[in-house]
């Protein structure tokens, strides 16, 4: 089977370089050209327009950082859509909201190929060792055909129904992990403030109730205030909360937290920490 690969930033570098270790041949785009050689390197081949890839693929994956980015590699005449043909599959990994995700749905079956949106749950780590959930949303028989190319990136993957399924099930995942990362930073300030020992508060929470990966692998970067590589950039984590208040809006949902923890990382993302891990939050509570 050909894969095809579009968007190889943080997340589809590295879940594009374990399609080729499970053996499928890869084509591969980029908007930044240089991003492909490591693929190129290891077997794939690099095209010029996201439509080639598409032309030359029987399913071709996108991941996306937005969905302004997602239509421009999908529309117009070197886009995805122009190489799609009846019979073949396209499978967007991009955290978008169900708008653009079901306007993609039917662009894609108008040209007789099949679609499914399939979020995932996961950063920098999880992607590079193939452990990410995969929420995916849409045609069940691209599923069925794709679940061999999704397990290849991923350690469980959920069906869900309808196309926007996926889409509103990521937001509220990442709804939840933008404030669990808000809490941390206040409660470990809180504690620095205090005159505790950082290490013990975090001994404290992986030993109860809120034990988690996420702190477990976060809070002693911040205990240390050190610096924070991106593994999740805090800007992508501000875009998935302004989007899920947005659905949230349109579904008559208050969400008192979410909308005061969205404006914590905006003041962060105003004071530059954008391109930073998500964790960086904890700047601008720490002062």
């Given at each position: ?14 879940m ?52 302004q ?14 190489g ?22 039917r ?13 995932v ?101 911040i205990a ?64």
């Amino acid at each position: 089977m050909n894969i095809g690969f579009v968007g190889l930033g943080i997340m589809g570098s590295a879940m594009a370089a374990n399609l080729l270790k499970a053996g499928y041949q890869l084509t591969v785009w980029n908007r930044s050209p240089e991003k492909c050689e490591p693929l190129v390197a290891s077997g794939a081949k690099a095209v010029t327009t996201p439509r080639q890839v598409a032309e030359t693929s029987d399913i071709v994956c996108a991941m996306m950082a937005t969905p302004q980015a997602v239509m421009a590699v999908r529309d117009g005449a070197d886009g995805i859509l122009a190489g799609m043909a009846p019979g073949k599959g396209y499978l967007d990994f991009s955290t978008i909201d169900l708008e653009t995700s079901k306007e993609t749905a039917r662009l894609a079956r108008e040209r007789g190929a099949l679609f499914l949106e399939a979020p995932v749950a996961g950063s920098r780590k999880p992607a590079e060792d193939a452990t990410l959930t995969i929420m995916a949303a849409g045609d069940r028989a691209l599923f069925d055909t794709a679940l061999p190319v999704m397990e290849a990136m991923g350690k469980k993957i959920l069906f869900l129904g309808e196309v926007g399924n996926a889409a509103r099930m990521k937001l509220a995942n990442n709804l939840i992990m933008g404030g669990m990362m808000a809490s941390l930073a206040e409660g470990m300030a809180l504690a620095a403030r205090s005159g505790l020992d950082l290490s013990q508060l975090l001994e404290v929470l992986d030993s109860g109730a809120m034990s988690n990966p996420m702190f477990r692998l976060k809070g002693p970067a911040i205990a240390a205030n050190a610096e924070f590589p991106p593994a999740f950039p805090l800007k992508h984590m501000q875009k998935d909360l302004r989007l899920a208040l947005r659905l949230a809006e349109e579904v008559c949902q208050p969400l008192f937290v979410a909308a005061t923890v969205n404006e914590l990382y905006k003041g962060a993302l105003a004071s530059g920490l954008g391109d930073s891990d998500f964790a960086a939050v904890s700047r601008l509570v720490r002062g």
